[in-house]
């Protein structure tokens, strides 16, 4: 095997391969990237056995062949080479390690065998789709905050993505995410072969990974889908990812449907007031807490150990004429709302025990529900 590639190139495709690796290198073969050269194009592959990317480049293929080497350490070398060079990479046999040049700079990599490499063998996909770059990467951004990391709920840690009918009766498709302390909810149009898709909880690290290739992707994204796994394609790169195989919670029933109390504030007002009065405690669980009356909303918190911070926003400020109500909730977890919204935020609010709906004044196909906390 012998080829050229520019640098540039190899980076970008690297750095997506090596983040799916397997880094724990408990079956050293998952560490390594396949490199196939042929058809005038080189092949990277990647896989941790639950997760499976492969991305096509230009190379100049020299000598057609195939090889692996560690992914991480490849990337590492790539990344600290000089913007415009041109990387060599040649591979006699399978006894002998990858060679890399790059100028004057010439390493060798140890290599596994080809043969142990696995492979993610694919599903039939019955079900197929595209959705836009822009879509897709919306769903994801404004619900991934609320991925639960509580492994013994594992049906928790992914997005649930299924279709259903809003209000109206019209069918959407719908990105969920919750971690039982907040709930995101996100609807689109369905796509044209989308109407049919089971319902399916997409993990959280093939999350992340997608998200990443959205990030410098404007192309539309081909998603095929079957009962227990998910593919991915934008342009040259295909991810191939396992589904978790469990049941969602019936999320609609922890949306309340007769909440009345309605506080309008700006974003901006609202989540710097938040952020500058968390600061006077650093415990993660210690609430905020909103105290209502009268178009005034006082925001404030307290510490045993550093003290008390209050910020009050005022009629010019805030929308509220539902009477007094104080009501706490974690900082941390309203700013990570508020984060997903642009301009106004709505809080639809019964009392201080129960769930609150919180929404996007200028866009209503996202919907999240925070749990308040005891002040």
């Known amino acids: 095997m012998k080829l050229k590639v520019e640098r540039a190139i190899l980076l970008k495709a690297l750095a997506h391969i090596q983040s799916v690796a397997e880094k724990r290198n408990t079956i050293p073969i998952l560490a390594n990237v396949l490199i196939v050269c042929g058809d005038n194009q080189l092949t990277l592959t990647a896989t941790d056995m639950e997760i499976a990317i492969v991305e096509t480049i230009a190379a100049e293929i020299l000598e057609e062949g195939s090889v692996t080497a560690p992914a991480s350490v490849l990337y590492e070398i790539v ?48 079900h197929r789709f595209t959705l836009s770059a822009e879509i897709l990467k919306k769903l994801i951004e404004q619900t991934r905050f609320a991925i639960s990391t509580e492994e013994t709920r594992y049906y928790l840690n992914g997005i649930y993505i299924h279709i259903k009918q809003d209000d109206g009766g019209e069918s959407k498709l719908c990105a969920v995410a919750t971690d039982g302390h907040r709930l995101a909810r996100v609807e689109s ?151 997903q919204i642009d301009s106004q935020v709505e809080f639809i609010m019964a009392d201080n025990a129960s769930p609150t709906i919180v929404r996007d004044v200028e866009d209503l196909s996202a919907l999240y529900v925070l749990m308040p906390m005891r002040v």
């Open 189 to 339: 149009q369905v796509p044209e072969g989308a109407s049919t898709i089971p319902g399916v909880i997409i993990p959280r690290k093939t999350i992340y990974e997608v998200y990443k290739l959205l990030e410098d992707s404007t192309e539309t994204v081909e998603i095929s889908l079957s009962e227990t796994r998910i593919q991915f394609k934008l342009g040259k790169v295909t991810l191939t990812s396992k589904l978790i195989d469990g049941t969602f919670p019936e999320y609609e029933r922890v949306i309340p449907k007769n909440n009345t109390k309605i506080l309008r504030v700006d974003k901006q007002d609202f989540s710097m007031a938040v952020a500058r009065v968390a600061a006077i405690s650093m415990e993660r669980s210690r609430p905020v807490k909103l105290s209502l009356d009268n178009q005034s909303l006082i925001i404030s918190a307290s510490s045993a150990d550093q003290g008390n911070a209050k910020e009050e926003l005022d009629e010019n400020q805030i929308h509220y004429d539902s009477g007094p109500l104080e009501i706490g909730f974690q900082a941390r977890y309203l700013n990570d709302i508020t984060d």
């Open 79 to 126: 990344r600290k080479l000089p913007e415009n060079a041109m990387i060599e990479l040649y591979h006699t046999s399978e006894d002998t390690p990858l060679s890399l040049r790059a100028g004057k700079y010439a390493t060798s990599l140890n290599v596994i065998s080809v043969e142990d490499f696995p492979s993610m063998t694919s599903d039939m996909f019955p």
